[in-house]
């Protein structure tokens, strides 16, 4: 092995009261990530372009070499299933929320949604009827994938309002998909979703599950939000040298859509209403996994790429102690392993992140990331922070460039 790649999700910050107005970067110890950075060089990257606030989807996409119109959302989590997907067939990501008559008071639902919970809802969507054929299929707490098979457009708007252009984020309204363009069969594609979810609600909004969370005071999983509707086949470069880490749906069906042998886990089951709970269960058996498969794999592949996603939800939560928290614990973990691994090994480490989850934003920004090449260099940088990374010699890096600059590809 040559070289590792590791995507710490959102872990990109502002400056916040609860820190000092310090990022969680600034205020972490992470002495094996410093040893790493003051043997290698700091950089900075847009993972996309200047300006642009990246979905993970777009993140990934960019960092990999490849434009933007390659891929859509939907068609990397469908594929990150065990879903068949033919030509045609209309993929979309899902979220469960949390609506009233008019307005969307949460876009997860609370966080609060059991699997057990969510696959008996998901049985019950499974039962709508439609003028053609679909599969709704949960997958990780309060996400879930929906594909309507048949011959259908992908250029319709979704309706979970974070994701619509133009969006005024003070009126969060319960809208319907529309159709991007005059052809007949966009207005049917969006009518059909538009249906299924008028369906979905009706059917969310009376069922036992969630009249049971209302009488516990939670919210209930009473709405879908739906986006990133494709019906293309993904057309990503190959990257058959590479192995990969992943356990969530979207980065899972990236990896197969560019020949990376993935490794992946099932992903503990939400049983408790603590969803952090959950998420440090992930945050472990992923440190533990991607080490276990490191040392086992190191010698059959060229590069590695690993992605940890939980440190993003600690961002969208507005929650800096528990991102620095996590971030140490990957520290403790993870990087001291490869601390030890990469030089005995003579492998180069390349630390970064798919894009910034500023807490006081708590949400995406299109705020640059800071990327470490660890080398076995002269010690020099010393930080792994957004500050030090902006100085560093690596320079500015767009994300399309990202793995050219650090010569894991030609």
């Known amino acids: 092995m040559k070289g590792i790649l590791v995507i710490l999700d959102g872990i990109g910050d502002l400056p916040c009261k609860q820190l000092g107005e310090k990022t969680p970067l600034d205020v972490v110890n992470m002495p094996n990530l410093d040893f790493l950075s003051a043997r290698g060089e700091l950089g900075y990257m847009y993972p996309v372009k200047p300006g642009f606030v990246p979905e993970s989807d777009e993140a990934i996409v960019s960092i990999f070499g490849n434009k933007l119109i390659s891929s859509t959302r939907g068609q990397l989590e469908a594929r990150g299933t065990d879903i068949k997907l033919t030509r045609g067939d209309l993929a979309l990501r899902v979220n469960f929320a949390t609506v009233d008559s008019k307005n969307i008071l949460d876009r997860r639902a609370g966080r609060t949604l059991t699997t057990e919970e969510a696959q008996i809802l998901s049985k019950a969507l499974n039962k ?32 979970d309002f974070v994701y619509v252009k133009a969006k005024t984020r003070n009126i969060e309204k319960v809208r319907n998909c529309v159709p991007q363009d005059d052809d007949e069969n966009s207005q049917y594609t969006s009518n059909v979703v538009n249906e299924f979810i008028e369906k979905a609600h009706e059917i969310l909004d009376k069922h036992p599950v969630n009249k049971e969370r209302k009488r516990k005071g939670l919210l209930p999983a009473n709405y879908l939000l739906v986006r990133g509707a494709g019906i293309e086949v993904p057309k990503l470069k190959l990257y058959k040298k590479w192995m990969s880490v992943n356990y969530m749906p979207l980065e899972i069906g990236f990896s197969r859509r560019c020949g990376i042998s993935n490794f992946g886990f099932s992903y503990p089951e939400l049983k408790t209403l603590d969803a952090y709970e959950n998420l440090w269960k992930g945050l472990k058996k992923a440190c533990k996994f991607s080490i276990k498969y490191l040392k086992k794999n190191h010698k059959k592949f060229d590069y590695a790429y690993i992605h940890i996603k939980e440190t993003d939800l600690c961002g969208h939560d507005n929650k800096p102690f528990e991102k620095k928290e996590m971030l140490e614990y990957i520290d403790k973990t993870l990087i001291r392993f490869l601390r030890k691994f990469a030089p005995q090994n003579k492998i180069q480490v390349v630390v970064t992140a798919d894009h910034s989850t500023p807490c006081k934003l708590k949400d995406h ?3 640059p990331v800071p990327v470490l090449l660890y080398n076995d260099s002269v010690p020099k940088e010393k930080k792994f922070c957004e500050k030090q990374a902006r100085t560093g010699s690596l320079g500015r890096i767009m994300g399309k460039d990202l793995l050219k600059k650090v010569g894991f590809v030609k």
């Open 128 to 159: 709508i009827q439609l003028p053609c054929k679909f599969v709704f299929e949960p997958t990780i707490q309060h996400r879930a994938v929906l594909v309507f098979r048949g011959g259908f457009s992908d250029n319709i708007s979704g309706n």
């Open 365 to 367: 920004s299109a705020d």
